[in-house]
């Protein structure tokens, strides 16, 4: 795997374990909300935490709201009964696989407007256990305060298999909030 696509996983895996819901959010229908209950559980990583896994709804909801079924259809990750297409979607969101720039776009969209950033930060815990609840705190308002804009461009230029233009200075930022953890390891 060449450094740049490394990095870009990197980049989103970080994301990935930072994004979370604040609750169920949409008018949708009796379909979509039916594909979205079938998508919730396979937007959560097998190390996922508990931020990801409050967050699976939300994200499910707003994604499909966003681009509709017949995308999620077309691109296959959903069956035409709705059913979720689990490994599609897990290869989607760890960069195995690629999706059209519409389906990415609401995706990217959707996990950054359910995104709680204070949860992620508790989900950090784990995996830096010395990290006190300052560290945890400013590591939470290092992410709030990183460029949206560049951070959807990141993630729909990942799940869409395509380079990302101007976000290397996201990549930079993000990498500074990674390090307020990171710091707490040795």
Known sequence: ??????????????IAVGTTALAGCSDLSDDEQRAADNLAPALVQPQGGEAERDASGCVAETWVGEVGTDALVAEQLLARNLDVRREKVRALLSGDRTTSREVARGLASA???????????LDQERDHPKASAKDLDDYADCLKGLDTDEWRASLVAFYAGTKPIGTGGFRQDLAACTRILTATDR
């Open 1 to 14: 795997m060449p450094a740049s696509t490394r990095l870009a996983a990197v980049v989103v895996a970080a």
């Open 111 to 121: 996990r950054l407007d359910c995104a709680d950033f204070d949860a992620i930060s």
